[in-house]
């Protein structure tokens, strides 16, 4: 079973649209979750950390369930500039902090 | 805003040569990794570094790898002998501890291509 999985879409979808992406991870142990951003070719921006409470910034929310070991990111009024692959992204646990990456989900805004 | 840096930005080389990839790495921070991604693919775990010690590594970073923290800014990762295989994107990333979920945050990449 792969560590974290995510639907790898596209997804294409007008600006000002709302899009959400989900993802599970395999390993209870994860305590630390995250979505990274990627455009083509560049490195792995870290967009934000997602915590059990729920967690907004500006336009985008993330929410974790430890439960059902499920991650989610909202995008709300989208963007041209929001077109990446968006990755999710959780570490180890168990006192290791090496990260695990899903293959991401590619999003293009069209105009 | 303080970034990670990697030089070179792309690197070729014959198979069976040795390379060094450079990172300079945030200054206040105290872990460093290692990942590499192969075109197309996802972003795989390479090694962690902590405290002058390698604390993780992956089953990638057998023993033609290594990392060195030389000079306390620059951080290394050799290849020994480079396989064909060996061609990715390598990226640096550093981060701090608990207080910040040991967020991890990466630099721009070496594109590593073997011959």
């Known amino acids: 079973r792969k560590e974290v999985e995510q639907d790898p879409g596209p997804f294409n979808v007008p600006e000002g649209a709302t899009v959400a992406f989900n993802c599970t991870y395999s390993?209870?142990?994860?305590?630390?979750f995250f979505w990274y951003r990627q455009d083509c070719r560049k490195e792995p921006k870290l967009l934000m950390s997602?915590?059990?409470s729920g967690n907004e910034d500006g336009r985008f929310t993330a929410q974790l369930n430890r439960a059902s070991q499920y991650i989610s990111l909202l995008i709300r009024d989208s963007k041209l500039s929001d077109s990446a692959t968006y990755l999710c992204?959780?570490?180890?646990?168990?006192?290791?902090?090496?990260?695990?990456f899903g293959t991401g989900t590619r999003l293009t805004v069209i105009p | 805003e303080p970034e990670v840096t990697q030089t070179p930005s792309h690197q070729v080389t014959q198979m069976g040569q040795e390379v060094i990839l450079r990172c300079v790495p945030i200054?206040?921070?105290?872990?460093f990794y290692w990942y590499r991604q192969i075109l197309g693919q996802k972003v795989e775990f390479l090694v962690s570094f902590y405290n002058n010690e390698i604390s993780e590594k992956s089953e990638i970073f057998d023993d033609q790898f290594s990392v060195e923290r030389p000079d306390g800014s620059n951080f290394t990762l050799k290849i020994r002998s480079t396989k064909l295989e060996d061609s990715a994107m390598y990226f640096c990333?550093?981060?701090?501890?608990?207080?910040?979920?040991?967020?991890?945050?990466f630099g721009p990449g070496t594109r590593l291509t073997v011959t």
């Open positions: 997602v915590y059990s």
């Open positions: 990333a550093s981060g701090t501890d608990a207080r910040s979920s040991y967020e991890q945050y």
């Open positions: 390993n209870s142990a994860s305590q630390s």
């Open positions: 992204v959780v570490n180890r646990g168990s006192g290791a902090n090496n990260l695990f």
């Open positions: 200054s206040n921070h105290l872990y």
